[in-house]
C-alpha cells in the first residue's frame, strides 16, 4: 500500500503528520505462538525478511509459528518456506483482505490490507496496516454496534476517525500506532454492514478540531443519563468544547436507568475504609450522601468527607457517577442514570437525535461546543500540502 503521509520528526514539530494509513497492534490482548493466514480478496505477496518469497493466491493458507523462542516458520499446505524474523503480507490489489486464526481462537478474523508479523518472548506480534477509512469502518462497527440510524453511523465514523488521528503517538515506543483494545478503540477488522460503509464513505476524511485548528478529544460514551459533565470533573484537563449540558434525547433510552443493591454492612465498611485516606472537609461537615440526587456532582459527601464519585463507580463497577443512595435498613439501593464517563457526545442521545430527523452536523454540533468538520487533509503537516 501507499503511505500517503511522512512522520515529521517530533523535535521539529509540534503536530503529527498523518497517513492514509495506519499500523494497529492486532489480538493486542491475546497470547499465542501459531497462526493460520489465508488472503481472500486481492493480490497479496508474502515477504520474508524484506525479500518476497511467494505469490499468493486465494487458496493459499499458511501456517506460521514461533519457534527458537523468536523465529518464525512459515508453512504453506505441502511444505516449509523457512524460518524468519519479520514477515509481510503485501496487498497489491484496490481490494485485499486476508483470514486469521490464531490456534488459541475459535473464531477467525477478516482484516483489510496489509499484516506485519515478528515474534516477541516466544509470541507472535501481528500489525495490520489498514487504511484509514477500512480502520473507521471496522471501529463503527465494534463501537456502535448493528441495527443503528444511517446519520448516526455517521457521527460515530467522525469521532473514531477524529479520535484515532489524534491518539496516533500513543503506542510510538511500542512499535506501532494503535492498539485494537478500549484503551485505544475496539476493532476486529472488516464490516460487513452496508449502512457503516456508506456512512464511513459519506463523510470520508472529515474530523473534528477546535479554535486553534487542533483535532478535538473526541469523547463519547453511552449514555448520560439526562446531563453531560465537564471534562475537568472526571479528568484534569478543562476543554472549552466539553462542557456539561442538559441532554432530554436520552432520557427514556435503553442505558438511562440502572440500580444496584449492596449489604449494608459492604457499604459501611466500604466508606470507612476510604475516608481513612481523605481529609474531612469543613464546609461540607454534614453527610448526605442519601439526599436528592444531583446531576452535576463529582463527589460524595459522607460525614465531612469527600470521596469521588470515579472512585466509587469504579470500585463498585457502576454504569455511571450520577445517582441517589436509599437506605433499605440491611441494605442500600443505588438508583442511577447514564451509562458512561458523561463527557461529550451521548450515543443513545445521538441515536435519538438521529431518529427524531437531525442530521450528523447537528448532533456533533450538540454535543462537542463550538467545534468545526474538517478534511483531515487540510491539517498542518498532514503530508497532503
Ligand atoms: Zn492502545
Ligand atoms: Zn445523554
Given at each position: 500500500?501507499?503511505?500517503?503521509?511522512?512522520?515529521?520528526?517530533?523535535?521539529?514539530?509540534?503536530?503529527?503528520?498523518?497517513?492514509?494509513?495506519?499500523?494497529?497492534?492486532?489480538?493486542?490482548?491475546?497470547?499465542?505462538?501459531?497462526?493460520?493466514?489465508a488472503p481472500?480478496?486481492?493480490?497479496?505477496?508474502?515477504?520474508?525478511?524484506?525479500?518476497?518469497?511467494?505469490?499468493?493466491?486465494?487458496?493459499?493458507?499458511?501456517?506460521?509459528?514461533?519457534?527458537?523462542?523468536?523465529?518464525?516458520?512459515v508453512k504453506s499446505l505441502d511444505h516449509i518456506i523457512g524460518k524468519y524474523n519479520h514477515l509481510r503480507f503485501r496487498g497489491y490489489?484496490?481490494?485485499?483482505?486476508?483470514?486469521?486464526?490464531?490456534?488459541?481462537?475459535?473464531?477467525?478474523?477478516l482484516y483489510d490490507d496489509d499484516l506485519t508479523l515478528t515474534a516477541e518472548h516466544g509470541n507472535l506480534k501481528l500489525i495490520n496496516i489498514v487504511d484509514l477509512e477500512h480502520y473507521v469502518a471496522g471501529v463503527v462497527y465494534c463501537e456502535a454496534g448493528?441495527?443503528?440510524?444511517?446519520?448516526?453511523?455517521?457521527?460515530?465514523?467522525i469521532i473514531c476517525r477524529t479520535y484515532a488521528l489524534n491518539d496516533i503517538?500513543?503506542?510510538?515506543?511500542?512499535?506501532?500506532?494503535?492498539?485494537?483494545?478500549?484503551?485505544?478503540?475496539?476493532?476486529?477488522?472488516?464490516?460487513?454492514?452496508?449502512?457503516?460503509?456508506?456512512?464511513?464513505?459519506?463523510?470520508?476524511g472529515m474530523?473534528?478540531?477546535?479554535?486553534?485548528?487542533?483535532l478535538i478529544t473526541a469523547a463519547f460514551h453511552a449514555n448520560c443519563g439526562g446531563q453531560t459533565l465537564n471534562s475537568e470533573d472526571v479528568w484534569n484537563s478543562a476543554l472549552?468544547?466539553?462542557?456539561?449540558?442538559?441532554?432530554?434525547?436520552?432520557?427514556?433510552?435503553?442505558?438511562?436507568?440502572?440500580?444496584?443493591k449492596i449489604p449494608a454492612t459492604d457499604w459501611k465498611n466500604y466508606l470507612d475504609k476510604k475516608e481513612k485516606y481523605l481529609h474531612t472537609d469543613n464546609l461540607h461537615s454534614q453527610g448526605y450522601w442519601d439526599s436528592i440526587p444531583d446531576s452535576k456532582r463529582v463527589f460524595l459527601y459522607d460525614k465531612g468527607y469527600l470521596i469521588p464519585l470515579k472512585d466509587i463507580r469504579t470500585d463498585w463497577n457502576l454504569h455511571s457517577t450520577y445517582f441517589t443512595i436509599t437506605d433499605n435498613g440491611d441494605s442500600?439501593?443505588?438508583?442511577?442514570?447514564?451509562?458512561?464517563?458523561?463527557?461529550?457526545?451521548?450515543?443513545?442521545g445521538a441515536i435519538h437525535m438521529s431518529q427524531l430527523g437531525y442530521n450528523y452536523q447537528q448532533i456533533l454540533h450538540f454535543y462537542y461546543l463550538d467545534v468545526q468538520l474538517i478534511d483531515y487533509t487540510l491539517l498542518p503537516f498532514s503530508g497532503f500540502n
Open positions: 500500500m501507499k503511505k500517503l503521509g511522512l512522520l515529521v520528526s517530533l523535535l521539529t514539530f509540534s503536530s503529527f503528520a498523518y497517513s492514509a494509513t495506519l499500523s494497529i497492534h492486532i489480538y493486542s490482548d491475546k497470547t499465542f505462538s501459531d497462526i493460520i493466514i481472500l480478496t486481492g493480490t497479496y505477496t508474502l515477504e520474508c525478511d524484506g525479500k518476497r518469497m511467494d505469490s499468493c493466491s486465494t487458496t493459499s493458507i499458511y501456517e506460521i509459528t514461533v519457534v527458537d523462542d523468536s523465529l518464525l516458520q490489489g484496490t481490494k485485499n483482505q486476508f483470514f486469521s486464526k490464531p490456534s488459541t481462537e475459535s473464531v477467525k478474523r448493528p441495527k443503528k440510524p444511517a446519520e448516526f453511523y455517521k457521527v460515530q465514523a503517538a500513543r503506542h510510538i515506543s511500542d512499535g506501532f500506532e494503535l492498539c485494537d483494545m478500549v484503551h485505544c478503540q475496539v476493532y476486529q477488522g472488516v464490516t460487513h454492514n452496508t449502512d457503516i460503509l456508506q456512512a464511513v464513505e459519506s463523510t470520508k474530523v473534528l478540531v477546535d479554535d486553534n485548528n487542533q472549552y468544547y466539553l462542557r456539561g449540558k442538559q441532554d432530554t434525547f436520552c432520557t427514556h433510552q435503553p442505558a438511562a436507568t440502572w440500580e444496584k442500600f439501593t443505588l438508583s442511577g442514570r447514564g451509562y458512561g464517563h458523561r463527557i461529550g457526545l451521548c450515543q443513545e
